[in-house]
T-cell receptor, first 112, second 113 residues
């Protein structure tokens, strides 16, 4: 079983919709959580990062962590065609100096 | 915004050739990484470095080698390229201090024919 599971999609939504992207994980030791956006043939671009549980908001993006359910989400409000990309979640344990665990990514298309 | 640069971005090369993928960062980060990513697949760590003259192999077995002679520079070398090396290679770095997420370069797309 993978440490991080992410539905690959593809997910297709109309412009202006609210998008919910999710990852689940198996290891309760994960404390740090990140979301990246990756356009085709580009490197992953950091969108948001959070520590432990709770919500964090940045513009149209909200990252949510539910440690009791081992579940993290990224919400995109008022989605735009420019949001069309693959979204990767990543996480890290507190006592591991070097290891980041990545999901396989969810492909999102926002239709004008 | 991260300042991490990879060259070449795209490379098509014949089997048996030696190649070096360059990676440089201007943020003074101690920790640097090389990941391999195939389309639709997860990232796999192939090499990392804690600092100058410190390199380690990652989880994914790789025939590549790396060096870290300067803080800002972390090149990856394949002595004899094979078609199985065709992939995207991502360089990344992060600061040593506290919880700082990992920042990626634009990637190098390698095709071995």
């Amino acid at each position: 079983q993978k440490e991080v599971e992410q539905d690959p999609g593809p997910l297709s939504v109309p412009e202006g919709a609210i998008v919910s992207l999710n990852c689940t994980y198996s290891n309760s030791a994960f404390q740090y959580f990140m979301w990246y956006r990756q356009y085709s043939r580009k490197g992953p671009e950091l969108l948001m990062y959070t520590y432990s549980s709770g919500n964090k908001e940045d513009g149209r993006f909200t990252a949510q962590v539910d440690k009791s359910s081992k579940y993290i989400s990224l919400f995109i409000r008022d989605s735009q065609p420019s949001d069309s990309a693959t979204y990767l979640c990543a996480m890290r344990r507190t006592n591991t100096g070097n290891q980041f665990y990545f999901g396989t990514g969810t492909s999102l298309t926002v239709i004008p | 915004e991260a300042d991490i640069y990879q060259t070449p971005r795209y490379l098509v090369i014949g089997t048996g050739k030696k190649i070096t993928l360059e990676c440089s960062q201007t943020m003074g980060h101690d920790k640097m990484y090389w990941y391999q990513q195939d389309p639709g697949m997860e990232l796999h760590l192939i090499h990392y470095s804690y600092g100058v003259n410190s390199t380690e192999k990652g989880d994914l077995s790789s025939e590549s080698t790396v060096s870290r002679i300067r803080t800002e520079h972390f090149p990856l070398t394949l002595e004899s390229a094979r078609p199985s090396h065709t992939s995207q290679y991502l360089c990344a770095s992060r600061s040593e201090q506290g919880f700082i997420p990992i920042y990626f370069g634009e990637g190098s797309w390698l095709t071995v024919v």
